[in-house]
C-alpha cells in the first residue's frame, strides 16, 4: 500500500460511511452487552478513514504507509475494547489517543536497527527531551547526576542510556582512514553470490530461447559463439570447417536463427546474452 493507493483510498468512497453519534452509541451498547461482532466490526470500519489520516501524518519517519495503517487499526481496535459507553464524547475522539500510540510505538520499535523494550525507549525517550531543554538554557549537555535528579531515578540507570541508544555504521560507510567495512569483509577467494545467480538465470535463459531453434540452428549458434566454451566468438569459416558447411552456409543459418530469437516474446531476455 504506497502513498497512490492510500490517496485513491481517501478521495473514493470507503466501504463503510461513518457513523451517526446516534448509531455509534447503539453498536456500541450492543457490542457492550451481548458481544456482538457485527457491531464491533461495524464500530472498526467506520473510523478506518479517520487511521489513515492519521498515518499520512506518520510517514516518511521510518515504516511504511501500509504498516503504520495496520498499527492504527490495532490501537482503533483496543479502543473498542476500553471505551466506556457513559463517556461522553465520541468514539474517535477517545480512540485518538490509542491509535497515535501504537503508530508511535511502532516507529520507535520497528524502524530501529534494534529493537528496545518500551519501558527503555520511554526512559531514553525522557533524557534526549531534558537533554535537549537543558542545552537550549544552559549551552551545555547536563551531567548524568543532573538527569537523575530531574527524572527522579538512580544515577545508574542514567548511566546505562547510552548502551541504549548503540550508533551503527553501514557497510559502505567509509573515510581517509578506513576503506569501509564492505571492502574488508569481501571474501576474494569465492565469486561473487550475485554473478553466480546472475550466470544461472542468463545460462536458463539461454537453453529456453534454445529449444525454439531447429537442431542445426542451435549446433550454428552453439559453435558461433563458443557457448560450451569460452563463450568467445568464432569466425563463419572457423565454424564451417567444423560443421562441414561453407561460411556463407553458416551465415544464413546463423541469420535465420537469430531472426527467431529477434521476436519481441523471447527478445526482451535473450538480447542482453548477446549484447556483444
Known amino acids: 500500500m504506497d502513498y497512490d493507493t492510500i490517496k485513491r483510498f481517501m478521495n473514493s468512497d470507503c466501504p463503510t460511511?461513518?457513523?451517526?453519534?446516534?448509531?455509534?452509541?447503539?453498536?456500541?451498547?450492543?457490542?457492550?452487552?451481548?458481544?456482538?461482532?457485527?457491531?464491533?466490526?461495524?464500530?472498526?470500519?467506520?473510523?478506518?478513514?479517520?487511521?489513515?489520516?492519521?498515518?499520512?501524518?506518520?510517514?516518511?519517519?521510518?515504516?511504511?504507509?501500509?504498516?503504520?495503517?495496520?498499527?492504527?487499526?490495532?490501537?482503533?481496535?483496543?479502543?473498542?475494547?476500553?471505551?466506556?459507553?457513559?463517556?461522553?464524547?465520541?468514539?474517535?475522539?477517545?480512540?485518538?489517543?490509542?491509535?497515535?500510540?501504537?503508530?508511535?510505538?511502532?516507529?520507535?520499535?520497528?524502524?530501529?536497527?534494534?529493537?528496545?523494550?518500551?519501558?527503555?525507549?520511554?526512559?531514553?525517550?525522557?533524557?534526549?527531551?531534558?537533554?535537549?531543554?537543558?542545552?537550549?538554557?544552559?549551552?551545555?549537555?547536563?551531567?548524568?547526576?543532573?538527569?537523575?535528579k530531574q527524572l527522579d531515578v538512580d544515577l545508574k540507570k542514567v548511566e546505562q542510556i547510552a548502551d541504549y541508544a548503540p550508533s551503527f555504521q553501514t557497510l559502505h560507510a567509509r573515510d581517509d582512514e578506513h576503506p569501509g567495512l564492505e571492502r574488508v569483509l569481501i571474501d576474494e577467494d569465492h565469486p561473487d553470490p550475485r554473478e553466480t545467480l546472475w550466470g544461472r538465470e542468463a545460462e536458463n535463459r539461454l537453453n529456453e530461447a534454445m529449444n525454439l531453434l531447429t537442431d542445426r540452428e542451435r549446433d550454428v549458434l552453439t559453435h558461433r559463439f563458443n557457448l560450451k566454451g569460452n563463450g568467445k566468438k568464432m569466425s563463419l569459416r572457423k565454424v564451417g570447417q567444423q560443421m562441414g558447411l561453407s561460411a556463407e552456409g553458416v551465415r544464413r543459418i546463423e541469420e535465420q536463427a537469430m531472426d527467431k530469437l529477434r521476436r519481441p516474446r523471447i527478445r526482451a531476455r535473450m538480447e542482453m546474452l548477446f549484447a556483444n
Open 17 to 148: 460511511e461513518p457513523l451517526s453519534p446516534q448509531e455509534e452509541r447503539k453498536m456500541i451498547r450492543l457490542y457492550k452487552k451481548t458481544g456482538d461482532e457485527t457491531a464491533r466490526r461495524r464500530l472498526i470500519e467506520s473510523n478506518i478513514r479517520f487511521v489513515v489520516k492519521v498515518a499520512m501524518r506518520f510517514r516518511q519517519q521510518g515504516l511504511g504507509l501500509a504498516d503504520l495503517v495496520q498499527e492504527g487499526i490495532l490501537g482503533l481496535i483496543d479502543a473498542v475494547e476500553k471505551f466506556d459507553v457513559s463517556r461522553e464524547c465520541r468514539l474517535i475522539t477517545y480512540a485518538s489517543w490509542w491509535i497515535r500510540l501504537y503508530m508511535q510505538r511502532a516507529l520507535e520499535q520497528k524502524s530501529r536497527p534494534v529493537n528496545l523494550p518500551i519501558n527503555k525507549l520511554e526512559m531514553l525517550r525522557k533524557v534526549r527531551a531534558f537533554e535537549q531543554v537543558f542545552l537550549t538554557s544552559n549551552g551545555r549537555k547536563p551531567y548524568d547526576e543532573e538527569i537523575a
